[in-house]
């Protein structure tokens, strides 16, 4: 049986919770999983911009990464070289806006940008790795995403 909270006569609430500790630490790891794929649909500002984190973004700045590192090691470019010119596009924004920058303005860009993933990531592994922790129902249930 859930959690239930039940209303005494003389106005007490008390709680019943028959859940096991593993039912309580999947629920909210549930709960963790589900903020943690809210933040990462809102984007990740950086450098005045909110850029996309689906699997593809961050795949299509890790290819752009190895492009700019390969033309400055070949001399194709150098950090001051337009982005737009090394890539035949310029960077999108979550919004659809399109961003033109240096070689090396995109790489200091996608730099930040993984770390802001990496972030996001560490938070939610320190909240995965405090409800398999918690010894109670009440522990699990009080590990919270904005902690």
């Known amino acids: 049986m ?11 609430e008390i709680v019943r919770d028959d859940r096991t500790l593993a039912e309580a630490q999947a ?6 999983a589900i903020y943690y794929a809210d933040d990462l649909a809102d984007g990740v500002e950086v450098g005045g ?3 996309g984190t689906t699997a593809e973004d961050q795949q299509q700045f890790g290819h752009g990464m190895t492009l700019a590192n390969s033309a400055l090691q070949l001399q194709l470019c ?3 070289t337009p982005a737009s010119q090394l ?12 961003h033109d920058m240096t070689v090396g303005e995109y790489m200091a860009m996608a730099i930040a940008y993984a770390q802001a993933i990496g972030a996001l ?3 939610r592994n320190t909240k995965l790795a405090a409800i398999d922790a918690t010894q109670t129902n009440e522990a699990a249930d009080a590990v919270e995403w904005s902690d």
């Open 49 to 51: 911009l909110t850029l």
């Open 121 to 123: 990531q560490a938070k």
């Open 87 to 98: 890539f035949g596009r310029t960077v999108s924004d979550i919004n659809g806006g399109q």
């Open 27 to 32: 629920q909210a790891r549930e709960r963790i």
């Open 78 to 80: 150098t950090l001051q």
């Open 2 to 12: 859930p959690k239930e909270t039940i209303k005494l006569l003389d106005g007490t």
